[in-house]
């Protein structure tokens, strides 16, 4: 029995792969998961419904099993006509999530497509896929270090 918050079993597979610098990519309802999966790394599957499992629900469960280094979310457009007149509200979730772990992690926004290359590299290690119906609410975290303890 595991007693942490992440049990899932293909997950922790993903992570105990993983070392510093490795990604891990939360995907939104709409990625093209299938299409845009990076060369070495595996899909799980979450997305059961819409709405079943959220990005920030997936996000609360990573940030208690890997130390993050960065946080990169797709830029949402700001002209146009599908231009949104403000940042997408899951933004403010991943922050207090991150914020309430403990983390001091900014949010970077990359262009659509740019984030599409950044998260198709070979350091991406795991992408899950979920039903999250919010916009522009993929996440893609970078792995960092775990500090040695001080010794006594």
Excluded at 36 to 49: C, F, H
Excluded at 54 to 60: D, F
Excluded at 71 to 81: I, L, N, R
């Amino acid at each position: 029995m595991l007693k942490g918050t992440l049990i899932h079993p293909q997950i922790l597979e993903g992570l105990g792969r993983a070392g510093h610098s490795s990604q891990v990519l939360i995907a939104d309802g709409n990625y093209p998961c299938a299409t845009r999966l990076g060369p070495r790394a595996t899909l799980v599957n979450l997305n059961l419904s819409p709405g079943v499992v959220t990005c920030p629900q997936v996000l609360e469960a990573l940030v208690t099993a890997i130390p993050i280094e960065t946080a990169f979310v797709m830029q949402y457009p700001t002209e146009g006509p599908s231009a949104l007149a403000a940042e997408p509200p899951v933004w403010k979730e991943f922050r207090r999530i991150l914020s309430d772990a403990g983390l001091n992690v900014e949010l970077q926004p990359l262009e659509r497509f740019t984030f599409y290359d950044a998260a198709a590299t070979p350091n991406l290690v795991l992408t899950i896929a979920t039903g999250e119906q919010a916009t522009f609410a993929n996440l893609l975290l970078t792995i960092g270090v775990i500090r040695q303890r001080a010794s006594r």
